[in-house]
């Protein structure tokens, strides 16, 4: 009977650990992470990454931030599952979607069909390091 309870409890664990949602690595071009990789190195700190894409290139921001938390978007980074592998470390990484598309205050986000301008959203800007690349992962390539 003990060991009936016992296998019970694992399985129970085990499944209950199964449900709950995964990371998503993003691994990126080459010469892109080596890019990366030389600035972080010489960072240090929290840091976490923003990318912003369009049709012919992507622009991704390191920012360096110990009081993240304290930040409007703060919960957009301890909430997010989207990271962002460099050399052997993970760094949670954001999207601008979740700029344009997301609320910090999901209490107060208006009624169906009436929802723009009534929704509190953050459109912070971003300084500090930042690289840009082509969708076929050329560095500092972006169109002009």
Do not use: W
């Amino acid at each position: 009977m003990k060991l009936f309870i016992n296998l019970f409890l694992l399985i129970s664990i085990v499944s209950c650990k199964a449900q709950q949602k995964g990371d998503v690595t993003y691994l990126l071009p080459d010469d892109v992470e080596v890019e990366l990789n030389m600035h972080l190195s010489k960072s240090s700190g929290f840091n976490y990454m923003v990318l912003f894409g369009s049709e012919d290139y992507y622009e991704l921001f390191v920012i360096n931030d110990n009081e993240y938390a304290e930040r409007p978007y703060g919960s957009f980074i301890t909430a997010t599952n989207r990271n962002i592998l460099v050399n052997d470390k993970s760094y949670p990484l954001l999207l601008d979607y979740d700029f344009n598309f997301s609320t910090t205050d999901t209490v107060n986000i208006g009624e169906f069909g009436k929802r723009d301008g009534m929704v509190k959203k953050v459109q912070p800007i971003f300084h500090g390091y930042s690289i840009k690349f082509t969708n076929k992962g050329i560095v500092n390539q972006a169109p002009k």
